[in-house]
């Protein structure tokens, strides 16, 4: 149970006063009357109990049977030590358990139990990295590089286990509510299959909302010039203004319809701060920064770099203005996600000694909800069953399973397959990553095996890990790059020209690309032929242009000449201007399963889909 210190103060003035009014609570706070309602719907929901009632005509009162236990006022407290503790056990080699205790105000038992706290998390992932004490010394038995790991167990604990509810929140703002705002964005976003994260999809709203109220009260801010060329972000902000001019009946203004568009935007003009800094170099710095102090790497999510660029580059005119957002998450997000909140913190006061300002607890919530969506994004990416089989018991099995949680940059889950008769019922109910066996297994599958012999060595955790890296490359990569409604075999055409034509023509109509993408593959095609001698082709675009990553598959009865070569299999790439190595991952395995001409004849005969995407995936798996 936990409460924010204004909300604490609030009920503590209420049980002086015995009652009091809105607007007296209000005026005692410092905050608008709206905020101390919204704070007693917030306490009430907290306690699941009416903490705070009310009486007709004369204001608010504590419930007599209320008690504020210290355990609620000290918890928000409790989690940020534990934070620190943690970071200065890791950041130090020698730590005095006496002088730390000293050092944080807190006795020696307190200090105890938030080490015991500390070790309950890390001994779920990986019991080799908890906190030992030798002679009154706290340290970690592992390589620094491993020890800066540890903050990604307690990272991925906090997304794993809580969601925001934008619901109890309804009434935040004074001129839309939420649950309708939200129930229109998330239809919106539905149908022109925009797609992102809870956490996003969370920030997205909020600034709508906060973009709503204050266009309802005449006061727009200036925002920063954007890059104009942007033509995607730009109709999805229209059409998205137009449904919320319809809905509120309001009027929105160009400069919001621009800084809607910003937060679709995928890219942003570079903005001089002075002489010698720009925003990319601040946001490329702080991810080196986090980096480095926490061993988080944010940046493996793709789109974080932009959004965070979209992000301080707005808060940098709003901290000049002194226009901040308001946040009714601030008090959630502390309370939920006291780590990634106090990531969100150190990263501020980066950014605020590099730009030259200062802002408040509420804009620091929405830096943490993008450090929440990128932790999401990462955290579901690192997701790994393994299946074991196991002939030597119980006892071997937790000897391996605890092994298998040295490799840290998976979450591991494992799954014991009853005997090697039951393989085939296992993996056709389960996801399965890699299988792990003790004993030599007569089994054909696409998935990799590793065979290992009674426990695993090192070499053995290096080489599983390669497969887990190979594994995730190979399988989910190609799912997202191949779609069943841009697959076509068995086609006649005669010449190139004519299948570049059908293929981007489908394309375009699955709205995977502009109207002039056909024009652009064509001109490829002229400067150098794409078909790579071996009985396939893949064309593209000289440019990364497309609206979505796609490739569209087309196979031919008979082969036709495609600049000189014999071509029975074409795969035209779509590609969109955001770079990421995923595309890299694939042509490497495209190259890879295309160079073996039995491969190609199997693809360019395959009628089914999904037998089409099995047979890549199996020419491409590793087995050890």
């Not at 890390?122 to 620094?144: G, H, P, V």
Request: charge should be neutral.
């Amino acid at each position: 149970m936990t409460i924010s210190k204004r909300q604490q103060l609030l009920i503590e003035r209420l049980r002086e006063k015995n009652m009091l009014t809105a607007n007296s609570l209000a005026q005692f706070l410092g905050v608008s009357s709206k905020t101390v309602r919204n704070d007693i719907c917030q306490i009430n929901q907290e306690y699941k109990e009416k903490v705070i009632r009310s009486k007709a005509g004369k204001g608010y009162f504590v419930s007599d049977n209320f008690l504020i236990t210290k355990k609620n006022t000290n918890k928000i407290k409790n989690e940020s030590l534990v934070f620190e503790v943690l970071k200065c056990i890791v950041d130090n080699e020698e730590n005095d358990f006496f002088e730390l205790a000293d050092r944080f105000y807190i006795s020696e038992s307190t200090l105890t139990r938030i080490l015991n706290e500390i070790n309950t998390v890390i001994a779920d992932k990986n019991e080799y990295f908890c906190i030992i004490r030798k002679k009154n010394n706290l340290l970690i038995e592992a390589k620094e590089e491993e020890k800066r790991q540890i903050f990604n167990l307690f990272l991925s604990k906090e997304v794993e286990t809580y969601r925001l509810d934008l619901k109890k929140y309804a009434d935040y703002f004074d001129f839309c509510d939420l649950n309708d705002l939200s129930d229109l964005i998330l239809d919106y976003h539905k149908k022109i299959n925009y797609y992102t994260n809870d956490f996003a999809t969370v920030s997205f709203i909020l600034h709508i909302a906060i973009l709503l109220d204050r266009t309802s009260n005449g006061s727009y801010i200036k925002h920063l010039k954007k890059d104009v060329s942007d033509d995607k972000s730009n109709e999805l902000a229209k059409k998205l203004a137009f449904l919320l001019e319809n809905e509120f009946s309001i009027q929105i203004p160009k400069e919001e319809i621009d800084y809607i568009s910003q937060l679709y935007s995928k890219k942003i003009t570079p903005i001089v701060i002075n002489n010698h800094d720009n925003f990319e170099s601040v946001v490329d710095d702080l991810l080196v920064y986090i980096k480095l102090s926490f061993g988080i790497d944010f940046s493996k999510d793709q789109k974080m770099r932009t959004y965070l660029l979209n992000h301080l580059t707005l808060l940098y005119q709003r901290a000049n203005s002194k226009q901040f957002l308001s946040n009714p998450l601030t008090e959630e997000l502390k309370n939920k996600f006291p780590f990634i909140y106090n990531v969100s913190v150190f990263a501020s006061a980066w950014i605020q000694n590099r730009l030259k300002i200062v802002f408040p607890d509420a804009e620091i919530a929405y830096i943490a909800l993008h450090f929440l969506s990128a932790s999401e994004t990462i955290n579901h990416g690192k997701q790994r069953t393994i299946l074991l089989v196991s002939p030597y018991g119980v006892g071997s099995q937790r000897l391996v399973s605890n092994q298998l949680k040295k490799i840290l940059d998976y979450s591991i889950k494992i799954i014991f397959a009853p005997s090697v008769f039951d393989l085939q019922e296992v993996i056709e109910s389960s996801k399965i990553d890699l299988i792990l066996t003790a004993e030599h297994l007569e089994f054909s599958t696409s998935i990799p095996i590793y065979q290992y012999y009674l426990s695993l060595t090192n070499e053995d955790l290096t080489k599983i890990k390669y497969l887990l890296d190979s594994s995730s490359k190979n399988s989910s990569i190609a799912k997202r790059f191949f779609k069943k409604e841009l697959f076509f075999p068995g086609e006649n055409f005669s010449t190139s020209d004519e299948v570049i034509h059908f293929l981007c023509k489908k394309l375009i109509s699955h709205d995977f690309c502009s109207e002039n993408y056909t024009e652009k593959v064509l001109s490829r095609e002229k400067l150098s032929g794409t078909s790579y001698g071996n009985y396939y082709a893949i064309p593209h675009a000289i440019q990364r242009c497309a609206k979505k990553n796609a490739i569209a598959v087309c196979s031919l009865k008979k082969p036709i000449n495609w600049n000189g070569k014999r071509v029975k299999l074409v795969l035209l790439l779509a590609l969109t201007e955001e770079r990421d190595s995923s595309f890299e991952l694939l042509f490497e395995q495209l190259v890879s399963i295309l160079s073996d001409q039995n491969v190609v004849n199997q693809l360019s005969k395959e009628k089914n889909f999904f037998e089409f995407l099995s047979i890549c995936e199996s020419n491409s798996a590793v087995i050890v």
